[in-house]
Protein backbone atom coordinates (compact mmCIF):
# COMPACT_ATOMS: atom_id res chain seq x y z
CA UNK A 1 0.00 0.00 0.00
CA UNK A 2 2.79 2.24 0.78
CA UNK A 3 4.14 1.91 -1.80
CA UNK A 4 1.35 2.47 -4.39
CA UNK A 5 0.62 5.94 -1.90
CA UNK A 6 4.36 6.86 -2.52
CA UNK A 7 3.94 6.31 -6.36
CA UNK A 8 0.69 8.48 -6.60
CA UNK A 9 1.87 11.21 -4.86
CA UNK A 10 4.78 11.27 -7.48
CA UNK A 11 2.29 11.11 -10.11
CA UNK A 12 1.03 14.17 -8.86
CA UNK A 13 3.27 15.84 -8.47
CA UNK A 14 4.25 15.85 -11.97
CA UNK A 15 0.91 17.56 -12.48
CA UNK A 16 1.23 19.86 -9.59
CA UNK A 17 1.63 23.05 -12.34
CA UNK A 18 -1.78 22.39 -13.66
CA UNK A 19 -3.58 21.88 -10.42
CA UNK A 20 -1.67 25.62 -9.25
CA UNK A 21 -2.84 27.50 -12.07
CA UNK A 22 -6.38 26.60 -12.14
CA UNK A 23 -6.10 27.16 -7.95
CA UNK A 24 -4.82 30.14 -8.59
CA UNK A 25 -7.03 31.43 -11.10
CA UNK A 26 -10.01 30.61 -8.45
CA UNK A 27 -8.18 32.33 -6.04
CA UNK A 28 -7.84 29.85 -4.13
CA UNK A 29 -3.75 30.05 -3.66
CA UNK A 30 -1.44 32.86 -3.19
CA UNK A 31 -0.17 33.98 -5.94
CA UNK A 32 3.45 33.45 -5.24
CA UNK A 33 3.50 31.72 -1.65
CA UNK A 34 1.93 28.31 -3.15
CA UNK A 35 5.63 27.90 -4.06
CA UNK A 36 6.11 26.70 -0.43
CA UNK A 37 3.68 23.75 -1.13
CA UNK A 38 6.60 22.58 -3.57
CA UNK A 39 9.10 23.03 -0.74
CA UNK A 40 10.73 26.60 -2.11
CA UNK A 41 11.08 28.30 1.41
CA UNK A 42 12.64 31.76 2.09
CA UNK A 43 12.85 32.25 5.53
CA UNK A 44 15.42 31.27 7.15
CA UNK A 45 15.21 28.98 10.44
CA UNK A 46 16.77 30.46 13.50
CA UNK A 47 18.55 28.72 15.77
CA UNK A 48 16.95 27.35 19.32
CA UNK A 49 14.51 24.94 20.28
CA UNK A 50 11.47 24.99 17.05
CA UNK A 51 8.00 23.81 17.82
CA UNK A 52 5.88 23.23 14.67
CA UNK A 53 2.34 22.57 14.91
CA UNK A 54 -0.01 21.59 11.68
CA UNK A 55 -2.97 22.45 10.92
CA UNK A 56 -5.34 22.16 7.86
CA UNK A 57 -7.50 25.26 7.98
CA UNK A 58 -8.93 28.09 9.28
CA UNK A 59 -10.93 26.23 13.00
CA UNK A 60 -7.47 24.02 13.52
CA UNK A 61 -5.91 26.73 13.23
CA UNK A 62 -7.82 29.10 15.28
CA UNK A 63 -7.67 26.02 18.16
CA UNK A 64 -3.97 26.46 19.27
CA UNK A 65 -3.90 29.95 19.13
CA UNK A 66 -4.55 29.49 23.62
CA UNK A 67 -1.43 27.27 23.25
CA UNK A 68 0.63 29.18 21.24
CA UNK A 69 0.15 32.23 24.06
CA UNK A 70 1.69 29.74 26.70
CA UNK A 71 4.32 28.64 24.63
CA UNK A 72 5.55 32.10 23.65
CA UNK A 73 6.52 32.68 26.93
CA UNK A 74 8.94 29.77 27.26
CA UNK A 75 12.17 31.00 27.18
CA UNK A 76 13.56 27.91 25.62
CA UNK A 77 11.23 27.78 22.98
CA UNK A 78 12.88 30.23 20.37
CA UNK A 79 10.38 29.66 17.00
CA UNK A 80 6.49 28.13 16.47
CA UNK A 81 6.32 27.06 12.73
CA UNK A 82 2.98 27.07 12.21
CA UNK A 83 1.94 25.05 8.93
CA UNK A 84 -1.46 24.81 7.48
CA UNK A 85 -3.08 24.17 3.90
CA UNK A 86 -5.52 26.85 2.82
CA UNK A 87 -5.62 30.49 1.57
CA UNK A 88 -7.88 31.57 4.31
CA UNK A 89 -5.98 29.45 7.41
CA UNK A 90 -2.91 31.90 6.54
CA UNK A 91 -4.67 35.06 5.91
CA UNK A 92 -6.49 34.49 9.25
CA UNK A 93 -3.70 33.02 11.07
CA UNK A 94 -1.80 36.32 9.84
CA UNK A 95 -4.42 38.81 11.51
CA UNK A 96 -4.18 36.51 14.78
CA UNK A 97 -0.94 36.32 15.29
CA UNK A 98 0.82 39.40 14.05
CA UNK A 99 1.60 40.55 17.34
CA UNK A 100 3.48 37.36 17.89
CA UNK A 101 7.37 37.66 16.75
CA UNK A 102 8.11 33.75 17.62
CA UNK A 103 6.07 32.42 14.76
CA UNK A 104 6.16 31.48 11.23
CA UNK A 105 3.83 30.58 8.96
CA UNK A 106 4.26 28.68 6.18
CA UNK A 107 2.06 26.38 3.37
CA UNK A 108 2.78 22.45 3.82
CA UNK A 109 4.24 21.01 1.27
CA UNK A 110 2.61 18.59 -0.71
CA UNK A 111 3.39 15.18 0.74
CA UNK A 112 5.60 13.68 -1.74
CA UNK A 113 8.96 12.40 -0.48
CA UNK A 114 11.29 14.28 -2.14
CA UNK A 115 8.93 17.42 -0.73
CA UNK A 116 8.96 16.52 2.64
CA UNK A 117 12.66 15.70 3.34
CA UNK A 118 13.53 18.97 1.94
CA UNK A 119 10.94 20.85 4.28
CA UNK A 120 12.43 18.82 7.13
CA UNK A 121 16.17 18.97 6.41
CA UNK A 122 15.37 23.04 6.70
CA UNK A 123 13.62 23.41 9.53
CA UNK A 124 14.25 20.65 11.24
CA UNK A 125 11.73 20.85 14.20
CA UNK A 126 12.42 19.41 17.88
CA UNK A 127 8.77 18.60 18.50
CA UNK A 128 5.99 17.73 15.17
CA UNK A 129 2.39 18.52 16.36
CA UNK A 130 -0.30 17.88 14.03
CA UNK A 131 -3.88 18.65 15.03
CA UNK A 132 -7.12 17.12 14.82
CA UNK A 133 -7.24 14.61 11.73
CA UNK A 134 -4.42 15.96 9.65
CA UNK A 135 -2.63 12.25 8.36
CA UNK A 136 -0.03 12.43 6.05
CA UNK A 137 1.73 9.03 5.44
CA UNK A 138 5.10 10.26 3.68
CA UNK A 139 5.52 13.38 5.89
CA UNK A 140 4.53 11.04 9.17
CA UNK A 141 7.23 8.41 8.02
CA UNK A 142 9.93 10.72 7.28
CA UNK A 143 8.89 12.46 10.74
CA UNK A 144 10.10 9.13 12.45
CA UNK A 145 13.06 8.64 10.36
CA UNK A 146 14.45 11.73 11.71
CA UNK A 147 13.53 10.37 15.40
CA UNK A 148 11.56 14.04 15.93
CA UNK A 149 8.62 13.37 18.78
CA UNK A 150 5.68 13.38 17.15
CA UNK A 151 2.33 13.98 18.50
CA UNK A 152 -1.50 14.55 17.16
CA UNK A 153 -3.58 16.35 19.37
CA UNK A 154 -7.29 17.73 19.24
CA UNK A 155 -7.48 14.33 17.62
CA UNK A 156 -11.30 14.01 16.09
CA UNK A 157 -11.66 10.63 13.74
CA UNK A 158 -15.19 10.75 12.45
CA UNK A 159 -17.01 7.32 11.75
CA UNK A 160 -16.53 8.21 7.80
CA UNK A 161 -12.49 9.01 8.52
CA UNK A 162 -12.19 5.57 10.32
CA UNK A 163 -13.79 3.42 7.76
CA UNK A 164 -11.55 4.35 5.24
CA UNK A 165 -8.47 3.52 7.28
CA UNK A 166 -9.76 0.17 8.79
CA UNK A 167 -10.34 -0.37 5.10
CA UNK A 168 -6.28 -0.39 5.30
CA UNK A 169 -5.38 -1.83 8.36
CA UNK A 170 -2.02 -2.63 7.93
CA UNK A 171 -1.08 0.57 6.77
CA UNK A 172 -3.42 2.45 8.88
CA UNK A 173 -1.75 0.72 12.08
CA UNK A 174 1.86 1.18 10.71
CA UNK A 175 1.07 5.30 10.35
CA UNK A 176 -1.08 5.58 13.54
CA UNK A 177 1.30 3.65 16.06
CA UNK A 178 4.28 6.29 15.28
CA UNK A 179 2.56 8.77 17.37
CA UNK A 180 4.30 9.04 20.53
CA UNK A 181 1.25 10.87 21.99
CA UNK A 182 -2.18 11.35 20.64
CA UNK A 183 -4.63 13.49 22.28
CA UNK A 184 -8.35 13.40 21.38
CA UNK A 185 -11.00 15.63 21.46
CA UNK A 186 -14.18 12.83 22.19
CA UNK A 187 -14.27 9.58 23.40
CA UNK A 188 -15.41 8.29 19.75
CA UNK A 189 -11.87 9.32 18.53
CA UNK A 190 -10.60 7.35 21.71
CA UNK A 191 -12.56 4.64 20.40
CA UNK A 192 -11.27 4.62 16.90
CA UNK A 193 -7.59 5.17 17.47
CA UNK A 194 -7.12 2.41 19.35
CA UNK A 195 -8.84 -0.07 16.81
CA UNK A 196 -5.98 2.14 14.76
CA UNK A 197 -3.06 1.08 16.36
CA UNK A 198 -2.19 4.50 18.23
CA UNK A 199 -1.02 3.37 21.77
CA UNK A 200 -0.52 6.33 23.90
CA UNK A 201 -3.93 8.07 23.88
CA UNK A 202 -5.04 10.96 26.58
CA UNK A 203 -8.91 12.08 26.56
CA UNK A 204 -9.26 15.35 28.39
CA UNK A 205 -12.04 17.53 25.90
CA UNK A 206 -12.14 19.47 23.01
CA UNK A 207 -9.23 21.68 23.50
CA UNK A 208 -11.56 24.30 21.23
CA UNK A 209 -13.15 25.29 24.48
CA UNK A 210 -10.04 27.10 25.60
CA UNK A 211 -9.67 30.75 24.91
CA UNK A 212 -6.82 32.93 24.77
CA UNK A 213 -6.27 35.71 27.25
CA UNK A 214 -5.80 38.15 24.77
CA UNK A 215 -8.53 40.10 23.32
CA UNK A 216 -6.90 41.49 19.97
CA UNK A 217 -9.62 42.36 17.50
CA UNK A 218 -12.72 40.64 19.48
CA UNK A 219 -14.51 43.23 18.42
CA UNK A 220 -16.09 44.78 15.40
CA UNK A 221 -15.11 47.96 14.09
CA UNK A 222 -16.14 51.05 16.40
CA UNK A 223 -17.65 52.90 13.14
CA UNK A 224 -19.91 49.85 12.86
CA UNK A 225 -20.41 48.96 15.76
CA UNK A 226 -22.23 52.74 16.63
CA UNK A 227 -23.82 52.08 13.29
CA UNK A 228 -25.61 48.77 14.85
CA UNK A 229 -25.95 49.71 18.75
CA UNK A 230 -29.69 50.60 18.66
CA UNK A 231 -30.54 47.46 16.34
CA UNK A 232 -32.00 43.53 17.91
CA UNK A 233 -29.45 41.75 16.27
CA UNK A 234 -28.73 37.74 16.12
CA UNK A 235 -26.18 36.18 13.96
CA UNK A 236 -26.30 33.17 11.76
CA UNK A 237 -22.72 31.43 11.36
CA UNK A 238 -21.16 28.92 9.01
CA UNK A 239 -23.96 28.37 6.88
CA UNK A 240 -24.31 26.38 3.47
CA UNK A 241 -26.30 26.60 0.43
CA UNK A 242 -30.40 27.10 1.56
CA UNK A 243 -29.46 27.90 4.96
CA UNK A 244 -28.99 31.39 4.29
CA UNK A 245 -32.49 31.80 2.78
CA UNK A 246 -34.17 30.20 5.77
CA UNK A 247 -32.27 32.47 7.86
CA UNK A 248 -33.47 35.54 6.10
CA UNK A 249 -37.22 34.06 6.12
CA UNK A 250 -36.67 33.85 10.04
CA UNK A 251 -35.91 37.33 9.22
CA UNK A 252 -38.70 38.61 7.96
CA UNK A 253 -40.79 36.74 10.35
CA UNK A 254 -38.76 38.40 13.14
CA UNK A 255 -39.35 41.89 11.37
CA UNK A 256 -42.93 42.18 11.74
CA UNK A 257 -42.27 42.22 15.90
CA UNK A 258 -38.86 44.32 15.53
CA UNK A 259 -38.65 46.94 13.04
CA UNK A 260 -35.22 47.27 14.36
CA UNK A 261 -34.21 44.02 13.48
CA UNK A 262 -30.85 43.17 12.01
CA UNK A 263 -29.06 39.47 11.05
CA UNK A 264 -25.83 38.77 10.58
CA UNK A 265 -24.89 36.00 8.32
CA UNK A 266 -21.29 34.33 8.06
CA UNK A 267 -20.89 32.12 5.67
CA UNK A 268 -19.10 29.32 5.68
CA UNK A 269 -17.36 29.44 2.63
CA UNK A 270 -17.24 33.34 1.25
CA UNK A 271 -17.04 32.77 -2.10
CA UNK A 272 -20.33 32.16 -2.14
CA UNK A 273 -20.73 35.88 -1.64
CA UNK A 274 -22.32 37.03 -4.72
CA UNK A 275 -24.78 34.17 -5.35
CA UNK A 276 -26.51 34.32 -1.85
CA UNK A 277 -26.82 38.42 -2.71
CA UNK A 278 -29.17 37.32 -5.54
CA UNK A 279 -30.69 34.88 -3.07
CA UNK A 280 -31.68 36.71 -0.55
CA UNK A 281 -32.39 40.04 -2.93
CA UNK A 282 -35.50 38.08 -4.27
CA UNK A 283 -36.82 38.66 -0.96
CA UNK A 284 -36.80 41.96 -1.13
CA UNK A 285 -34.20 42.62 1.87
CA UNK A 286 -31.35 45.13 2.15
CA UNK A 287 -28.12 43.42 2.06
CA UNK A 288 -24.76 45.43 3.02
CA UNK A 289 -21.34 43.57 2.89
CA UNK A 290 -19.23 43.54 6.00
CA UNK A 291 -16.32 45.25 3.25
CA UNK A 292 -18.80 48.19 2.85
CA UNK A 293 -19.59 48.74 6.22
CA UNK A 294 -19.88 52.09 5.98
CA UNK A 295 -23.13 51.95 3.76
CA UNK A 296 -25.08 50.03 6.64
CA UNK A 297 -27.82 52.38 7.49
CA UNK A 298 -31.12 51.46 10.24
CA UNK A 299 -32.93 50.32 6.37
CA UNK A 300 -29.99 47.40 6.56
CA UNK A 301 -31.91 44.14 7.24
CA UNK A 302 -29.06 41.83 6.37
CA UNK A 303 -25.25 41.75 7.39
CA UNK A 304 -23.73 39.92 5.27
CA UNK A 305 -19.75 38.79 6.46
CA UNK A 306 -17.59 38.44 3.10
CA UNK A 307 -14.22 37.64 5.38
CA UNK A 308 -13.02 34.72 7.03
CA UNK A 309 -11.66 34.75 10.20
CA UNK A 310 -14.07 37.17 11.65
CA UNK A 311 -16.79 35.26 13.53
CA UNK A 312 -15.66 35.79 17.31
CA UNK A 313 -16.47 39.56 16.77
CA UNK A 314 -19.61 39.47 15.62
CA UNK A 315 -19.94 36.43 18.85
CA UNK A 316 -19.02 38.74 21.51
CA UNK A 317 -21.56 41.24 20.61
CA UNK A 318 -25.13 39.18 19.77
CA UNK A 319 -27.02 36.80 22.30
CA UNK A 320 -28.39 34.26 20.08
CA UNK A 321 -26.50 32.37 17.51
CA UNK A 322 -28.06 29.63 14.38
CA UNK A 323 -25.32 27.20 13.55
CA UNK A 324 -24.80 26.03 9.84
CA UNK A 325 -24.38 22.88 8.34
CA UNK A 326 -27.35 21.72 10.77
CA UNK A 327 -30.39 21.87 7.96
CA UNK A 328 -28.51 19.93 5.43
CA UNK A 329 -26.83 16.50 5.24
CA UNK A 330 -23.64 18.23 6.39
CA UNK A 331 -23.36 17.10 10.07
CA UNK A 332 -23.04 20.63 11.46
CA UNK A 333 -20.25 23.34 12.05
CA UNK A 334 -18.68 23.56 15.28
CA UNK A 335 -20.60 25.55 18.02
CA UNK A 336 -17.55 25.41 20.81
CA UNK A 337 -16.64 29.09 19.63
CA UNK A 338 -20.42 31.06 20.35
CA UNK A 339 -20.91 28.81 22.94
CA UNK A 340 -17.89 30.19 24.45
CA UNK A 341 -18.94 33.23 24.26
CA UNK A 342 -21.75 32.79 25.90
CA UNK A 343 -24.32 32.83 22.93
CA UNK A 344 -27.49 30.38 22.82
CA UNK A 345 -27.14 27.62 19.78
CA UNK A 346 -30.16 26.84 17.31
CA UNK A 347 -29.16 24.41 15.24
CA UNK A 348 -30.89 21.73 12.79
CA UNK A 349 -31.40 18.06 13.37
CA UNK A 350 -27.67 17.02 11.52
CA UNK A 351 -24.96 17.54 13.90
CA UNK A 352 -23.54 14.32 13.79
CA UNK A 353 -19.71 15.45 13.53
CA UNK A 354 -20.22 16.85 16.83
CA UNK A 355 -22.48 14.81 18.95
CA UNK A 356 -20.52 14.91 22.46
CA UNK A 357 -20.26 18.78 21.80
CA UNK A 358 -23.33 19.34 21.65
CA UNK A 359 -24.78 16.51 24.18
CA UNK A 360 -22.42 18.36 26.80
CA UNK A 361 -23.44 21.82 25.72
CA UNK A 362 -27.35 20.91 26.18
CA UNK A 363 -26.64 19.87 29.80
CA UNK A 364 -25.78 23.59 30.10
CA UNK A 365 -29.17 24.45 28.54
CA UNK A 366 -26.77 26.01 25.64
CA UNK A 367 -28.48 24.89 22.52
CA UNK A 368 -31.57 24.03 21.31
CA UNK A 369 -33.14 22.00 18.49
CA UNK A 370 -34.97 23.97 15.84
CA UNK A 371 -36.38 22.81 12.36
CA UNK A 372 -38.69 25.59 10.40
CA UNK A 373 -37.97 28.92 10.45
CA UNK A 374 -40.90 30.27 12.48
CA UNK A 375 -39.27 27.64 15.30
CA UNK A 376 -36.65 29.74 14.65
CA UNK A 377 -38.48 33.04 14.88
CA UNK A 378 -40.16 32.32 18.30
CA UNK A 379 -36.92 30.92 20.05
CA UNK A 380 -35.35 34.07 19.20
CA UNK A 381 -38.21 36.20 20.38
CA UNK A 382 -37.85 34.32 23.88
CA UNK A 383 -34.40 34.90 24.22
CA UNK A 384 -34.54 38.64 23.38
CA UNK A 385 -37.45 39.06 25.81
CA UNK A 386 -35.36 37.96 28.58
CA UNK A 387 -32.30 39.09 30.22
CA UNK A 388 -28.64 38.75 29.30
CA UNK A 389 -27.62 37.73 32.97
CA UNK A 390 -27.26 34.06 31.19
CA UNK A 391 -24.73 34.71 28.65
CA UNK A 392 -22.30 35.34 31.32
CA UNK A 393 -23.23 32.47 33.61
CA UNK A 394 -22.79 30.40 30.28
CA UNK A 395 -19.36 31.75 29.84
CA UNK A 396 -17.83 31.18 32.84
CA UNK A 397 -18.81 27.76 32.81
CA UNK A 398 -17.85 27.32 29.72
CA UNK A 399 -14.18 28.98 29.94
CA UNK A 400 -13.40 27.03 33.11
CA UNK A 401 -14.15 23.55 31.24
CA UNK A 402 -11.89 24.82 28.58
CA UNK A 403 -9.05 25.79 30.62
CA UNK A 404 -8.50 22.87 32.59
CA UNK A 405 -8.39 21.00 28.99
CA UNK A 406 -5.71 23.72 27.72
CA UNK A 407 -3.51 23.47 31.36
CA UNK A 408 -3.45 19.30 31.17
CA UNK A 409 -2.71 19.39 26.91
CA UNK A 410 0.39 21.80 27.83
CA UNK A 411 1.35 20.08 31.05
CA UNK A 412 1.70 17.17 28.66
CA UNK A 413 3.53 19.08 25.88
CA UNK A 414 5.81 20.22 28.77
CA UNK A 415 7.13 16.60 28.79
CA UNK A 416 8.18 16.17 25.18
CA UNK A 417 9.96 19.64 25.21
CA UNK A 418 11.67 19.11 28.53
CA UNK A 419 10.45 22.33 30.36
Known amino acids: MLFWYKFLTYLFYCISPIYFFFRKLNKKEHHTRFKEKLSRIKIKRNSGFLVWFHVASVGEGLSILPIIEKLELEQKIKTILITSITLSSAEVLKKKLAQNKKVVHQFLPLDVPKLVTKFLNHWSPNLAIFIDSEIWPNLILKIKEKKIPLLLINARITKKTFDRWKFFKKFSKNLFEKFDLCIVANNESENYLQVLGAKNIKNYGNLKFAKTTSNINDNPNSILLDKIKNRKIWCAASTHQTEEIFCAKTHLELKKRYKNIL ?55 VKCVFLGGSLIKHGGQNPIEASRLGCKIFHGANVTNFVETYEYLKSLNATKLIHTPNDLNQSLVEEFETNNQNKYELKEKINNYGLNILNNVIKDLKKYMDI
Open 263 to 317: TIIIPRHVDRTKKIIQELSKLELKITCYSDFNEINDNTDILLIDAYGESSKFFNI
